[in-house]
């Protein structure tokens, strides 16, 4: 299973940036989706974006425009560009990569925790923005 490796975490105020990363090595399956999940205390894990292997992006409601998700493929890394934030944003921040059977890309944002264990994750790092 392929190893995630999250960083780029931290505080910022209102509208402020984040650039979280998400480093994968390991064996890996083509074609791949990954993914950025968030969440916040008390609540459920959402997902925040997605990318597949032919670079389509897919981004819930909440993040679409303020939040875009990128991947250096020389560095085989996954980055996530936060702009515009606010505190609803704040919370832990996972990396993810759908395991080879998952059919959908964008589907995976809604991925049941019941299935998390079928798929790879990174740690979280944490998002705090103050109002």
């Known amino acids: 299973q392929v190893q995630l490796e999250v960083s780029g975490g931290g505080s910022v105020q209102y509208g402020g940036s984040l650039r979280p990363s998400c480093a994968a090595s390991?064996?890996?399956?083509?074609?791949?989706?990954m993914a950025w999940f968030r969440q916040a205390p008390g609540k459920e894990r959402v997902g925040v974006a997605t990318?597949?292997?032919?670079?389509?992006?897919y981004y819930p409601a909440s993040v679409k425009g303020r939040f875009t998700a990128s991947l250096d493929n020389a560095k085989n890394t996954l980055y996530l560009q936060m702009n515009s934030l606010k505190p609803e944003d704040s919370g832990m921040y996972y990396c993810?990569?759908?395991?080879?059977?998952?059919?959908?890309?964008?589907?995976?944002?809604?991925?049941?925790?019941?299935?998390?264990?079928?798929?790879?994750w990174g740690k979280g790092t944490l998002v705090s923005i103050s109002s």
């Open positions: 990318v597949d292997s032919d670079g389509n992006t």
């Open positions: 993810a990569e759908a395991s080879a059977d998952w059919p959908n890309c964008r589907n995976f944002l809604l991925v049941d925790k019941r299935d998390y264990g079928r798929h790879a």
């Open positions: 390991g064996p890996r399956y083509t074609p791949y989706c």
